[in-house]
């Protein structure tokens, strides 16, 4: 593959509601659109480090500066036939794993372009529409979140996700469970707001049937989780914790979750993601894929890496529309069905960009030659 051309945009897209985590909360979302010309195709992806390091230690600046200063020298002056020769060359910089990801997937998209077949199929993929669930952040009472259930669930969403915190926690599941039954498929994610301290109300969460808590104890650790997990009979789902098949091995030997969360930025890009969805795959660990707020570009990889057998429960990949009064994909990436989306078979990720809109969002540019 000949890489002619390696384009870098940063976008500020300003979201149709605040979200809100245990860690922090966005109103404009920043992302790096990355565009890799080769041989009359182009491959897009983005980079979803957030513009401050409160969920992973990067940020939209480092992840700039690592594509530019060292990913981007080192693409040009090697020799790419796969994508997978990316995640090799890569390897000896040490984490930042949302910048590798974000130009091994515009990689992998020029790639499956350039080969005539859908980035689903190039993956392994198998599946021609997926599952999807919504996440839903932290509001100012509970009756704010039960209004978004409501309509979320009246969208069809297969899987509810809240987001919860200290204080914020027990009285927000009991309420969705006393509304809308037992019936709702349910979770919630943490964001490591919790410690060991809090076992008591990680056992009240345990007798309300979720599906499965999402990172309660911090960012970095496997071994508290372990003990957690012993306590509670609901999975606990690794986000934060996970980082390469590695860190997923380690976590499964120790009985540290009974789900992971795939994040394919997180994860240092689509190989990554894969091999980490076999590892799973192999033991018996159901997998979904996690969202970072992406464009239409960014869903449209987390869409083909879903297409994937063991990805089993329903992601967090909602409709653009819900984020955006514009996605940077033309028609944005909506549902086909309530709660589902379609795997596009179009040759590379299946969605033109819009130009216009990347216009009216983009605040810098910069381009990169051998
Ligand atoms: O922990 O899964 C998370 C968003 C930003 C950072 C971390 C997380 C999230 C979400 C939102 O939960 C998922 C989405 O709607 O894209
Ligand atoms: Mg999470």
């Known amino acids: 593959m000949k890489i002619e051309r390696i384009e870098l945009q940063q976008l500020h897209m300003p979201l149709r509601f605040r979200f809100e985590t245990s ?7 920043e992302l790096i659109l990355v565009s890799v010309y080769g041989e009359g195709e182009v ?3 983005e980079s979803v480090a957030m513009s401050a390091p409160y ?3 990067e940020t939209t600046g480092t992840a700039w500066h690592m594509m530019e200063k060292f990913m981007i020298p080192k693409l040009f002056s090697s020799e790419i036939e796969t994508p997978e020769d990316v995640d090799r060359l890569f390897a000896p910089i040490r984490r930042n794993n949302m910048a590798k990801a974000a130009l091994e997937g515009a990689i992998w998209d020029l790639y499956s372009k350039q080969k005539g077949i859908s980035l689903a199929k190039a993956l392994g993929g198998e599946k021609a529409v997926i599952d999807v669930g919504i996440s839903i952040g932290i509001e100012p009472t509970v009756d704010q979140v039960l209004a978004k259930v409501e309509r ?3 969208e069809g969403y297969k899987k509810i996700k809240v987001k919860i ?3 914020f926690d027990v009285e927000v599941i009991r309420a969705i469970r006393e509304r809308f039954g037992e019936g709702v ?8 707001a919790y410690t060991m301290e809090h076992l008591d109300v990680m056992k009240e969460l345990d007798q309300y049937g979720l599906m499965m808590i999402e990172q309660p104890l911090a960012h970095d650790d496997i071994i508290d989780h372990a003990k957690l997990q012993r306590e509670l009979s609901t999975p606990i789902c690794l986000d934060e914790s996970i980082h390469n098949v590695d860190d997923a091995r380690k976590a499964i030997e120790l009985g540290s979750c009974g789900i992971i969360n795939i994040k394919v930025g997180r994860v240092g890009g689509l190989t990554e993601s894969k091999r980490i969805h076999d590892l799973c795959q192999a033991h018996g660990i159901p997998v979904w894929c996690g969202g970072m707020i992406e464009s239409g570009v960014g869903r449209a990889h987390n869409i083909a890496i879903t297409s994937l057998p063991n990805f089993t429960i329903p992601g967090d990949t909602a409709a653009s529309s819900r984020y955006w009064e514009e996605d940077i994909v033309e028609n944005g990436v909506e549902l086909m069905a309530p709660g589902q989306l379609a795997v596009p078979d179009s040759p590379g990720i299946g969605y033109t960009l819009n130009q216009k809109a990347i216009g009216n969002y ?7 030659r051998p």
Request: avoid cysteine; charged fraction near 20%.
């Open 23 to 29: 860690f922090g909360y966005t109103t404009i979302k």
């Open 43 to 45: 491959g897009h992806a």
């Open 55 to 57: 969920y992973s230690e």
């Open 152 to 154: 979320h669930l009246s």
């Open 165 to 167: 915190k200290p204080g």
């Open 185 to 192: 498929p349910l979770m919630a994610d943490a964001n490591s």
């Open 362 to 368: 983009v605040i810098r540019t910069e381009n990169f």
